[in-house]
């Protein structure tokens, strides 16, 4: 079972739920934690433990001005605006480049070729016996996040005998957080009862629905209220299936480094009865 | 020599579109007998990458100069490269009036 941990905002606690999901999990049972936040991935801060690293690789069409007529017709497929041919010249806009290979393919000429580029990092490391945690890193001045998020998922799906993945998205519905959700089994929405953390979680909760994946809501830094999320889980028709306070000693647990489930059974049990929870509403099994 | 200029409509007295790659239209007017012809930019409402391919139409069509209001950076870049010179209008207008303007 694949489960993302997603927010439509930033810093609501996705990484927390994430990790003490997966700490929690792997108490009893072989995990994969997989950081899609590849602009800026952090779970490898709870753990400490030996990285192998792997690089990510795009391909990228090289053009040989020897043969090039400069006919054109590569610019005009191109649907990213990534070729341009002038009358003497022509310019490749790397950045645009979806990497379809379109333009190899099509060139009358066959003046274009392919090439690879290094665009980011893949780290995979063991914790402990169960939990193995992957980290997609994109290079700095690349943005082509969803390419590193894909290798993340593919090295997740290549570790074997384990049978759940957790995957931490990057905030936001962009791109890279699509691709996160993209052919998993559920979503975790991770929100914070404010006005703004409504906004936000209500645009990833309409990403998921959209995608016909089924979602529950975790309320970070409760009050014990909650009301606009409680509102928008009615509306939407996603449960609230846990929620964790606003405590100072929670906030000095992770702001040490430290998992939370790690200290406190209670937390332990709470992730374990919130998966259980959620592989009843998925349907399937572990 | 062919002159671009960005317009909200297909006729010279449009009123003046102050964006490059997302104009609806493109007035290419001659200027030895400033005789004109609308072309449809189809790019206008695409998600991304209009500004270089709003240029390739331009290439395609032997355009020497374009008047409009802002380029970005890959269609500066873009155009550049093909030697399409850049002038840019802030006072807009109609269509026509930016291009008698500025077509010197």
Redesign the interface.
């Known amino acids: 079972m694949k489960i993302a941990v997603a927010s439509g905002k930033g810093g609501t606690g996705k990484s927390t739920v994430s990790v003490n999901l997966a700490y929690s999990l792997a108490l009893r049972e072989k995990v994969v934690l997989a950081d899609c936040d590849v602009e800026e991935p952090n779970l490898h801060l709870f753990f400490d433990a030996e990285e192998t690293e792997k690089e990510v690789k795009v391909p990228l069409p090289e053009f040989d001005m020897e043969k090039c007529t400069l006919c054109g017709d590569c610019a005009r497929f191109c649907n990213y605006g990534a070729l341009i041919v002038g009358k003497d010249k022509l310019l490749f806009l790397k950045e645009m480049c979806h990497s379809c290979g379109g333009c190899r393919i099509l060139c009358p000429a066959d003046a274009v070729s392919e090439t690879e580029v290094s665009i980011g990092r893949i780290l995979t490391s063991q914790p402990s016996e169960n939990l193995t945690l992957i980290t997609g890193i994109l290079n700095i001045g690349e943005i082509k996040a969803p390419d590193v998020i894909k290798d993340v998922k593919k090295a997740a799906e290549k570790i074997t005998g384990s049978q759940i993945t957790i995957l931490d998205s990057p905030p936001g519905t962009a791109c890279s957080m699509v691709e996160t959700v993209d052919s998993i089994d559920f979503s975790i929405l991770v929100a914070e009862s404010t006005p703004f953390g409504m906004h936000d979680i209500k645009l990833a909760a309409e990403v998921v629905k959209e995608r016909n994946i089924p979602a529950c809501i975790v309320i970070n830094r409760s009050d014990g209220q909650d009301e606009v999320i409680e509102i928008l889980s009615e509306e939407m028709n996603i449960p609230i299936l846990m929620r964790i306070p606003f405590e100072k000693e929670i906030a000095e647990i992770q702001g040490n480094g430290e998992i939370l489930s790690a200290h406190s059974e209670k937390y332990q049990k709470e992730f374990l009865a919130l998966f259980d929870e959620i592989q009843k509403m998925a349907g399937g099994e572990a | 020599m062919k002159v671009a200029v960005t317009s909200k409509g297909e006729n010279k007295d449009s009123v003046f579109e102050g964006r490059f790659g997302r104009t609806p239209y493109f007035l290419i007017f001659d200027t030895e007998s400033d005789e004109c012809k609308a072309v449809k930019n189809p790019?206008s409402q695409e998600a991304?990458?209009?500004?270089?391919?709003a240029?390739?139409l331009l290439?395609?069509n032997s355009v020497n100069k374009v008047i409009t209001g802002n380029v970005g950076g890959?269609a500066a870049?873009?155009l550049q490269?093909?030697?399409i010179e850049v002038v840019l209008d802030r006072n807009g207008g109609s269509a026509e009036e930016v291009y008698n303007k500025n077509k010197a």
């Open positions: 790019y991304s990458g209009v500004g270089p391919r240029a390739q290439v395609d890959n870049s873009a490269m093909a030697g």
